[in-house]
């Protein structure tokens, strides 16, 4: 059976955990768009604690995932990366994965759904997984492997046990586990990997 994943903005390190159990993803896009969610936003560390990178959307009440566009008329992309710079430049992997970023977030994506499809593509293609995505075609309220609400800013997944690694405000600040997987990149590159195996 195919699991089922909501999309997600530069997702959680748990749910790229998940997605590497599998060689076949369903990405739900038929749902009702829910807000304040992982589907458009990310947690990073930054030297003043942990912040949220959020895509401002272009939506209405009734808009299904597919149909949620981007808001362009601030530059929130520019914004990322200014931010994920100030954030990371002075990780062990930065200037490995900044040209990769770059191009990611100054292409426009007209749909949500664009911007985090080339995403967690590009995750995947750095952690060597053999995963094919595709979209939900028809909304069904159950799935017998269902992940879409998993995953939850509102309810944090359960992260006892989740070792520590080195995070670059490692001096001033107590280790954050679950960040976004670009935390995980930016201080252990390949080594990733292993680490989100090693996540049950």
């Known amino acids: 059976m195919t699991p089922v994943f909501s999309t997600a903005y530069l997702p959680p390190i748990v749910y790229v955990a998940k997605a590497l ?79 990769d970023l770059e191009a990611l977030l100054t292409k426009r994506y007209e749909k949500l759904m664009e911007l985090n499809e080339a995403m967690l593509k590009w995750i995947l293609r750095l952690l060597k997984a053999d995963c094919r995505l595709q979209r939900t075609e028809d909304y069904q309220k159950m799935y017998e492997e269902d992940f879409r609400n998993t995953f939850s800013p509102k309810h944090p997944y359960p992260t006892e046990g989740m070792e520590s690694y080195y995070q670059v405000f490692s001096d001033r600040l107590p280790f954050t586990p679950n960040l976004s997987i670009i935390d995980l990149l930016m201080n252990l590159g390949p080594e990733a990997k292993d680490y989100l195996k090693r996540i049950s």
């Open 21 to 99: 159990q599998y060689t076949e993803l369903l990405i739900e896009s038929k749902e009702t768009f829910p807000k304040q969610t992982y589907r458009n936003r990310a947690e990073i560390m930054t030297a003043g604690g942990v912040r949220t990178l959020t895509v401002p959307v272009i939506r209405d009440n009734h808009s299904r995932t597919e149909e949620v566009g981007i808001d362009y008329k601030e530059r929130w992309n520019i914004i990322h990366l200014r931010t994920l710079a100030a954030a990371y430049s002075a990780s062990p992997y930065y200037l490995y994965y900044k040209d």
